[in-house]
């Protein structure tokens, strides 16, 4: 094996995960810290997670790189008695129940939502089924909807909890605090300059532009914040991760 000066080698590792360790050097530098990066064939997830710089954003595009056409993929309308009512109202009932481990539960109607300042973001959309789709999203950051809230210093993830379902149970989805604050986290109730149709989630869906298709939840009735994802579902965080074992975390 070639040796490496210390330096070099946590070096590469950083280079190569796309960070700068900056506030990571002292860390990197700790011999416990070292072994247990190193130990292994490969660096898991958790660590790769860690020196991956979780903050940056995902790519914007121009309005002329948009899809003409965006598929719809998993439900593409709940059709059950619930939605259908919420849907002949236009959503005009709709509720965002805002729970668990916050200062003060909300209860934001679409009107509320739509008063709160918008993010627009034009990004491309990455199923884990192999297709792809550039579309123009609004709404407000959910960091807006958690500040408003007052998340307790308890929260570790937010949980996504949704009018389709499937075996009689609803979608869910989570995200850790990381995501969840990322400036391009929104609740999206605006695609393509249009009012969010039916197919792509309607009246409210998350976009977490970091992350795969299956984590941006559609037609998201509650948003939950929680200390551990045990007890909820099965246990891994999702409904394709309690299903047929995706990754929880799917960053891209
Ligand atoms: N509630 C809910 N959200 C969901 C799904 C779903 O079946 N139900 N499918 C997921 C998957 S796999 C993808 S790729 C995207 C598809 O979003 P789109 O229909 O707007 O293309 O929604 C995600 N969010
Ligand atoms: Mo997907």
């Known amino acids: 094996m070639t040796l490496i000066t210390r330096r070099g080698l946590i070096g590469g590792a950083a280079a190569s995960a796309g960070v700068l360790l900056s506030g ?8 416990e810290f070292r072994k247990i990066l190193f130990s292994g064939e490969k660096m898991n997830q958790g660590l790769q997670r860690a020196l991956t710089n979780r903050g940056a954003l995902a790519p914007e595009f121009r309005p002329d790189q948009m899809s003409p056409r965006f598929r719809t993929n998993g439900t593409r309308d ?3 008695p619930d939605y259908n009512g919420q849907a002949a109202a236009r959503f005009a009932n709709w509720r965002l129940q805002v729970q668990g481990l916050v200062a003060r ?9 739509r008063q709160l300042p918008a993010r627009t973001q034009i990004t491309r959309h990455d199923c884990v089924e192999g297709w792809s789709a550039i579309g123009k999203w609004g709404g407000p950051q959910l960091s807006t909807v958690l500040d408003a809230a007052g998340l307790s210093d308890r929260a570790r993830y937010i949980v996504f909890t949704c009018a389709d379902l499937y075996n009689g149970a609803p979608y869910y989805e989570s995200i ?10 929104i609740l999206a109730w605006m695609m393509n300059d249009a009012l969010l149709d039916i197919g792509h989630g309607a009246p409210l869906r998350l976009r977490v532009e970091r ?10 009735m509650r ?3 929680v200390a551990s ?6 246990g891994k965080g999702g409904f394709w991760e309690d299903t047929v074992d995706y990754d929880w975390y799917a960053g891209i």
């Open 24 to 31: 990571c050097d002292k860390l990197a530098q700790n011999e």
């Open 211 to 220: 992350q795969l298709g299956y984590k941006h939840a559609k037609y998201v």
């Open 105 to 113: 539960p909300l209860s934001l109607s679409m009107a509320d939502i």
């Open 229 to 234: 994802l045990a007890g909820i579902g099965r």
């Open 176 to 185: 850790d605090l990381v995501d969840a604050r990322h400036p391009q986290t």
């Open 223 to 225: 948003v939950d914040a």
């Open 78 to 80: 709940p059709n059950t």
